[in-house]
């Protein structure tokens, strides 16, 4: 969600502010829970290889894993709807815009970047705050977040549940919760970590999620949208001055509008 976010100098390089210290620290909850989450729960579900079996163990037995699981599970929780509590609250008070719904300019820009990646444009998709990728994790692992934690409380209170609900419902929330986590590991383990460390665009590592500010320069090529809301001017303006920057520092001459990927 895109709150008032204004641009400083910091070291002689001018960054953007684009996370709250709130945000910072909420991204270390989510880390910190997450970690615990997937030990715990997925030496459970692959007890039967060595690593599960060693790690249950030093844990001090299943029980142990089970209640550091379920305890890190309300942690998780709490974080959950502390966020979209904060998230609704902010958009209805109008302190912040829904920049993180999905719209169809996002459908366009995937079509575009497909286009830009084989040859057919000249330039990356101009994204706002949040690109199309960036939309589609968070949603995934949201969406994701709240159907564990439902799944969660059933697996935890079964006999409450099973007063109302029929018995099938049992198994089916341990089916969802289990294939579910694991989606949501491979998400973080594959797509997340690569965006976040290995990608060319970031390496060795994208830190502002740590920090709170991310480089003008990188505003400019991947939210340039946001970028021009910020400084106040219009896209195509903020493109052919960032085109002539990049040129000058290549020793290049400057040419026309045509922008950055």
């Not at 502390?82 to 993180?100: C, D, E, M």
């Not at 949603?139 to 564990?148: K, N, S």
């Not at 341990?174 to 460390?197: D, G, P, R, T």
């Not at 001017?233 to 085109?243: R, T």
Request: some cysteine; overall charge positive; hydrophobic content about 45%.
């Amino acid at each position: 969600m895109r709150k008032g976010t204004g641009a400083e100098m910091e070291k002689g390089k001018r960054k953007i502010r684009r996370f709250s210290v709130f945000r910072i620290y909420e991204h270390w909850l989510v880390i910190l829970t997450s970690v615990v989450l997937f030990a715990t729960g997925l030496s459970q579900r692959f007890w039967h290889m060595d690593s599960a079996q060693w790690f249950i163990l030093k844990m001090g037995g299943v029980d142990n894993v089970r209640w550091v699981h379920r305890y890190a599970g309300l942690l998780f929780s709490f974080g959950l709807i502390l966020h979209v509590s904060v998230a609704v609250a902010n958009v209805l008070k109008r302190k912040w815009s829904p920049s993180i719904m999905i719209t169809k300019d996002d459908f366009r820009h995937a079509i575009h970047n497909m286009r830009y990646y084989f040859g057919l444009e000249n330039h990356a998709a101009r994204c706002d705050r949040y690109d199309y990728m960036e939309k589609f994790e968070y949603w995934t692992i949201l969406v994701g977040g709240f159907l564990m934690t439902a799944t969660g409380v059933v697996l935890w209170l079964p006999t409450l549940f099973t007063r109302f609900l029929p018995g099938e419902t049992i198994p089916a929330a341990k089916a969802l919760h289990s294939n579910e986590a694991l989606v949501i590991f491979l998400l973080n383990a594959i797509w997340h970590i690569y965006n976040s460390i290995f990608s060319p665009e970031v390496f060795p590592l994208d830190t502002s999620i740590f920090t709170g500010y991310i480089s003008r320069e990188r505003m400019l090529r991947e939210h340039p949208v946001e970028l021009a809301a910020i400084e106040g001017v219009d896209l195509e303006e903020l493109l052919k001055s960032g085109k002539k920057e990049t040129d000058a520092g290549k020793g290049g001459p400057a040419s026309a509008p045509g922008v950055t990927g």
